[in-house]
């Protein structure tokens, strides 16, 4: 059954953000189900092991936190820090509510879906998302960012967060951090990174100057299960300041008592029962260490560069955009086909059909494409020639 499934761990497995199935990250995960540790309480060394594992994570990409805490995914970690926001921006509401007073969340029109479901969670509706136009690299275009603010905070709405994208699923776009955090910084609003696909890249001399200013926000996200290559699911959030966290999430139960005066890790989460999830990613650190990820990492980048070239050499292809990260759209334009979305449809699913390549199909300013990202340390230049070549044979036949 599981060798006839869809593996994201395959080299030619391009759809979708996946993993690359570390040995190191299986061991990880078979330790932490077999010694099963909580990390709702005191729970010794493990507790000690996610700490260093999340400052490690921390220094790779040059956040520099004060905290840190391991959830099931990019969701969970950005609801974390959607709700530590809202606390911070609206005193009290963990216990009274919004009570209707009006707050926004402010992204790019090509955010992640779970800055919706966050902004529903938390109570602020989905209708507090201000999803804001895009420069010409696809980012988040900081001028629309100081006209929303203005115009929410004159309606005597509270700007609750400002949502960077650091690697956007479509295209891989970086939103532009440092002025976004001048822009925030001015006006007293937190700021958050959904770095959770592309993060990683800020540790490479190529991805670093996207992520500038990174360490001027105040939370940030990644999944490790990701670019990092460990096992689902392992993600990381990062914040500047633990306080927030603790003024979000801090409770007294009967049941759980403080140990000496100090939190319990669940004072610092929105997850109660909670798996060593950390100890994958510390593994990884530890056996292959910073420099082989970063060099996997920049292997992604080098990949999608070269697919672009040989699009750009191939009249039967058509890049849609420039790659940023390790994402590209494209498409098949073979001389005669009149409706090319609906032939790039049928070839995206084909392709998924023959096996050799695994592309996903998406739509970018209304075109459907063939979308693929390089997240896999396995993915050779033949691999990526490759994928020209199959989806040359497979869209001939469809």
């Known amino acids: 059954m599981l060798d006839a499934s869809v593996s994201p761990a395959r080299p030619r497995y391009l759809s979708y953000v996946g993993s690359s199935g570390l040995a190191a990250g299986t061991v990880g995960d078979a330790l932490a189900a077999t010694y099963d540790v909580n990390l709702a309480g ?13 400052r ?20 969970i970690s950005n609801l974390t820090a959607i709700l530590a ?27 992640h879906q779970s800055i919706v479901r966050a902004a529903d969670v938390a109570g602020l509706g989905t209708g507090s998302v201000r999803r804001l136009p895009l420069d010409g690299q696809r980012r988040m275009a900081p001028e629309a960012l100081e006209r929303a603010l203005a115009d929410d905070l004159a309606a005597g709405i509270t700007p609750v967060a400002v949502v960077a994208t650091g690697g956007t699923t479509l ?33 490479t001399a190529t991805g670093a100057p996207l992520f500038a200013g990174i360490d001027r926000v105040d939370s940030a996200t990644l999944d490790a299960h990701k670019w990092l290559g460990v096992p689902k699911s392992c993600s990381v959030l990062l914040v500047q300041d633990e306080a927030v966290l603790e003024a979000a999430f801090g409770h007294e139960e009967s049941y759980l008592l403080h140990r000496e005066g100090t939190a319990n890790p669940v004072d610092r989460t929105l997850e109660y029962s909670r798996p060593v999830r950390s100890l994958k990613l510390w593994l990884v650190f530890r056996v292959h260490g910073a420099a082989a990820l970063r060099s996997w990492i920049q292997r992604g ?29 494209f498409r098949h334009r073979p001389a005669g086909v009149a409706d090319l979305d609906a032939h790039n449809l049928r070839l995206a699913h084909a392709m998924q059909d023959d096996g050799r390549v695994h592309v996903a199909p ?13 997240v896999n340390f396995r993915t050779t230049a033949d691999d990526v020639r490759m994928t020209l070549d199959v989806a040359r044979e497979v869209g001939a036949m469809v």
């Open 362 to 374: 998406a739509t970018i300013d209304g075109r459907l494409c063939l979308r693929v990202c390089f």
């Open 301 to 329: 980048i080098d990949n999608v560069r070269l697919l672009d070239a040989l699009i750009a050499e191939d009249a039967a292809f058509e890049a849609l955009h420039r790659p940023m990260l390790s994402t590209l759209c």
């Open 171 to 203: 295209t891989g776009a970086v939103d532009p951090i440092a002025d976004l955090a001048t822009i925030c910084e001015a006006r007293g609003v937190w700021l958050h990174v959904d770095g959770a696909y592309g993060l990683p890249a800020a540790a």
């Open 85 to 111: 926001a809202r606390e911070r921006s609206m005193p009290g509401a963990r216990v009274a509510g919004v009570l209707g007073r009006g707050g926004a969340i402010y992204c790019s029109s090509e955010a």
């Open 56 to 75: 490690w994570t921390a220094q790779f990409v040059g956040h520099p936190h004060a905290r840190g805490g391991f959830t099931s995914g990019g969701q």
């Open 42 to 54: 005191h729970s010794a060394a493990a507790a000690i092991l996610e700490d260093q594992a999340s």
